[in-house]
């Protein structure tokens, strides 16, 4: 089983920037994806960011294109979420997932076994 925590959530003003960052323990090399996923308050669980482990591929949900940037340091385990020029509506819960496969979607919900416990990002104007 693998371990993720996320940190770096907090509250930030309309335009501002943050920087969230997962942790994996108990690594398996049998997950081969990463993603961020966000919930809205009142709202679904959305696929933000996603990341292919051994080739970098990134994917990205249209609503954060260009304002976000997922990396990761395979040294470290880690995974990030770079965030700027964020909105209102970006506010939420930002859970770190892992996935063995994504099955051509790599913003699918149900292909992610591991999550970790979110991180809240408020973007007040």
């Known amino acids: 089983q693998v371990q993720l925590a996320e940190s770096g959530g907090g509250s930030v003003q309309v335009g501002g920037s943050l920087r969230l960052s997962c942790a994996a323990a108990?690594?398996?090399?049998?997950?081969?994806?990463m993603a961020w996923f966000r919930q809205p308050p009142g709202k679904e669980r959305e696929g933000v960011a996603s990341?292919?482990?051994?080739?970098?591929?990134?994917y990205y949900a249209s609503s954060v294109k260009g304002r976000f940037t997922i990396t990761q340091d395979t040294a470290k385990n880690a995974v990030y979420l770079d965030m700027n020029s964020l909105k209102p509506e970006d506010t939420g819960m930002y859970y770190c997932?892992?996935?063995?496969?994504?099955?051509?979607?790599?913003?699918?919900?149900?292909?992610?076994?591991?999550w970790g416990q979110g991180t809240p990002v408020t973007v007040s104007s």
């Open positions: 997932a892992a996935a063995p496969s994504v099955d051509r979607v790599p913003l699918g919900m149900d292909k992610y076994v591991d």
């Open positions: 990341i292919y482990r051994y080739g970098g591929a990134t």
């Open positions: 108990g690594y398996s090399y049998s997950r081969h994806w």
